[in-house]
């Protein structure tokens, strides 16, 4: 197995990409027990890398302590926030770390079954997870008894989803993999204790699963000697557009963006959107500012843009893709977003008022805290933040040969 593995090995970073050997996080584990395991989870500080930043052993104490016959664990591999691609360089390069994190949290929590929610253009890539989920069985890492635990049985599953941003949701994920249509769920109840089927369930996204291993191998406090005091830790960031060497880089939390925008080879940056599409847009005098959860908060994905780039087409784009990606379950959303795309079509055409745009800006607000889930709540982002950031090149009077806007 190990063979397989190296073979594969081509990166460098402090805590994910460090020197890992195949199997070894499942034995430390046995060796540590439950109480023990959620213990380094807890000392590690590890917050969720799928965006929302929960605390990992919170989720995991809280599903452990739920009582059921069944319990699951899900990995979110569904990767569909625009500019995000880590996920992918870890199931492909380092598939090791994220099905052991899995049996590790299944052994944690009392699980049997884990589940890999897989994003439908990620299908490439099946066959071989499917390879390495075999050598694990014939290793005696995954199927009944896994070396030598006689109370221990898990095994791994891949499921395919079919392209709906939504389904990254965790409660519409588990509607898709159910066989619904991939809807949120209105919450609580959560997961945690109404999840897959009815059963308490962990949804941990694929960088989180594969942090595991190398706490559990190297420890809590290890892990918390990188990034901040709040983000502790390191973290992937899949970094696209305007620069010489886009790809996926490990770097430990409270790096800051310029610092970023550096080691990438960014040059006459005008901006940077961090977070993906329904996160921030950071101008050029904001690029102090670190990446972290208590300042420019990411699920991974930094799209960088140079000076040649028109904001307002970036804007359009995002808020076109979250007209087509609204599941269309509630209003804000549904009709929100469209509102909001519409503005910017005005803006364009140079036929708008600052009133009207002023009103769509209190609609983003209301959608913040009146739409149902995590999407209709943050595709207004890019919308408040470019038009804020960039109200100069946006409303320009230029823009449109003089007919640019109407001051009423
Ligand atoms: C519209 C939407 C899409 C999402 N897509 C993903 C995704 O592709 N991968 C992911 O891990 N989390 C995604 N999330 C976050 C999940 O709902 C959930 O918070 C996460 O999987 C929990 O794992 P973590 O605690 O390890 O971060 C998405 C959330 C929303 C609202
Ligand atoms: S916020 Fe959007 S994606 Fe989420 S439930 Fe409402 S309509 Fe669906």
């Not at 694990?136 to 898990?154: Q, V």
């Not at 502790?232 to 770097?251: I, M, N, Q």
């Not at 670190?290 to 784009?317: P, Y």
């Amino acid at each position: 197995m190990e063979t397989l593995l190296n073979s594969q090995k081509k990166r460098g970073g402090p805590v994910l990409f460090s020197r890992y050997k195949g199997g070894e996080g499942i034995h430390k584990a046995f060796e540590m027990g439950r109480e023990n395991i959620l213990f380094e989870v807890k000392t590690s500080g590890l917050k969720g890398r799928g965006g929302a930043g929960f605390p990992t052993a919170t989720k995991w104490m809280l599903t452990a302590a739920s009582v059921s016959d069944k319990k699951f664990i899900i990995c979110n591999a569904d990767e569909g926030e625009p500019g995000t691609f880590k996920d992918r360089v870890l199931l492909l390069e380092y598939p090791e770390l994220v099905f052991e994190g899995m049996v590790i949290a299944g052994y944690t929590i009392g699980a049997n079954q884990g589940i890999v929610y897989l994003r439908g253009e990620y299908e490439y890539m099946r066959k071989s997870l499917e390879d390495y989920l075999e050598m694990m069985r014939k290793e005696n890492l995954l199927g009944k008894a896994i070396i030598g635990k006689t109370d221990f049985n898990f095994d791994i599953k891949i499921h395919l989803g079919s392209g709906a941003y939504v389904c990254g949701e965790e409660t519409a994920l588990i509607e898709s993999l159910e066989g619904s249509r991939g809807e949120p769920r209105n919450r609580p109840p959560y997961p945690v204790n109404t999840g897959y089927k009815g059963h308490p369930t962990i949804v941990n996204n694929v960088e989180t699963l594969a942090s595991i291993p190398h706490i559990i191998t190297k420890g809590g406090e290890w892990f918390r000697k990188y990034g901040t005091e709040k983000s502790t830790g390191s973290k992937l960031f899949s970094v696209s557009g305007d620069c010489e060497k886009p790809g996926v880089y490990e770097l430990p939390w409270g790096t800051s963006i310029k610092e970023l925008l550096e080691v990438v080879g960014a040059k006459d940056t005008k901006a940077v959107q961090i977070g993906g599409a329904s996160g921030t847009c950071v101008p050029k005098s904001q690029f102090h500012r670190i990446l972290a959860f208590e300042d420019a908060a990411t699920g991974g994905s930094v799209i960088i843009f140079n000076e040649n780039r028109d904001m307002l087409k970036v804007l359009k784009n995002f808020m076109e893709f979250f007209v087509e990606e609204s599941c269309g379950q509630c209003t804000p959303c549904r009709i929100g977003n469209v509102k909001l795309l519409e503005g910017i079509e005005m803006i364009e055409r140079g036929n708008y008022t600052f009133t009207y745009i002023n009103n769509l800006k209190d609609l983003a607000r209301t959608m913040q805290f009146s739409a149902k889930c995590g999407l209709g709540q943050s595709s207004l982002n890019p919308f408040l933040s470019i038009l804020e950031n960039f109200k100069d090149e946006i409303f320009n009077p230029c823009r449109n040969g003089g007919s640019n806007g109407k001051a009423s």
